[in-house]
């Protein structure tokens, strides 16, 4: 077999897929598998080749939005791609299962993904700059965009803004990925002429 084909590639997207299957991305409808598959392609393009990695990427979802379990992660990959995974997940329900607040999750993300591993801040910055690019592409084309989110346009930007800053912070070999998901930022600030807001 080819030295180009990664089985756990092969697991991580076939796994993605069948969790993500019922799912569109917001306000569209497109397969949720896009995103999970663009945040791949992102990473690979910006030099990253570790397959870990890259599993963890296309899975960086199934915790936080499908009925995937990190457990059922740990059966079938590597320690770590479970563990990166969960690093990048929002808690999005309360211990009695009832969903949290939009401002409350993002506060918790922005706390955690400080302290987080390198692969998963690199994840979590190629997820934003997917997401900004989704959303620019969508505002250029006039679509409508922040009527799909659960809080104000410039809570949204504020939140992405604080990630890029938070998760980038001096690391030299997320640079790239910095830049790139900064200048969309502005770009999408500067398109939608919305300034980025601190909730109350």
């Known amino acids: 077999m080819s030295g180009l084909y990664s089985p756990i590639l092969e697991r991580a997207i076939r796994t993605a897929s069948e969790f993500?299957?019922?799912?569109?991305?917001?306000?569209?409808?497109?397969?949720?598998?896009?995103?999970?598959?663009?945040?791949m392609l992102i990473l690979q393009r910006a030099g990253f080749d570790d397959d870990r990695l890259l599993a963890?990427?296309?899975l960086h979802d199934v915790v936080e939005d499908t009925d995937c379990t990190l457990e059922m992660l740990k059966e079938q990959?590597?320690?770590?791609?479970?563990?990166?995974?969960?690093?990048?997940?929002?808690?999005?329900?309360?211990d009695e299962g009832v969903a949290r607040s939009w401002i409350d999750r993002k506060r918790e993300h922005l706390a955690h993904a400080a302290s987080a591993s390198f692969e998963a801040r690199t994840?979590?910055?190629?997820?934003?700059?997917?997401?900004?690019?989704?959303?620019?592409?969508?505002?250029?084309?006039?679509?409508?965009?922040?009527?799909?989110?659960n809080a104000?346009?410039?809570?949204?930007?504020?939140?992405?803004?604080?990630?890029?800053?938070?998760?980038?912070r001096e690391t030299p070999e997320l640079n790239i990925?910095?830049?790139?998901?900064?200048?969309?930022?502005v770009q999408l600030i500067s398109d939608a002429k919305i300034e980025p807001r601190i909730p109350d």
């Open 77 to 94: 990959f590597p320690p770590e791609v479970a563990e990166w995974v969960s690093e990048t997940s929002e808690q999005k329900q309360d």
């Open 123 to 149: 994840i979590i910055l190629a997820d934003k700059y997917h997401n900004l690019c989704s959303m620019l592409y969508d505002l250029e084309r006039g679509e409508t965009v922040w009527e799909r989110f």
């Open 56 to 58: 963890a990427a296309v």
């Open 152 to 168: 104000p346009a410039e809570y949204v930007l504020w939140y992405n803004r604080e990630m890029i800053v938070s998760v980038a």
């Open 20 to 39: 993500h299957r019922k799912q569109t991305r917001k306000g569209s409808s497109l397969p949720y598998i896009s995103h999970s598959a663009a945040v």
């Open 177 to 185: 990925l910095k830049r790139a998901a900064i200048d969309t930022l």
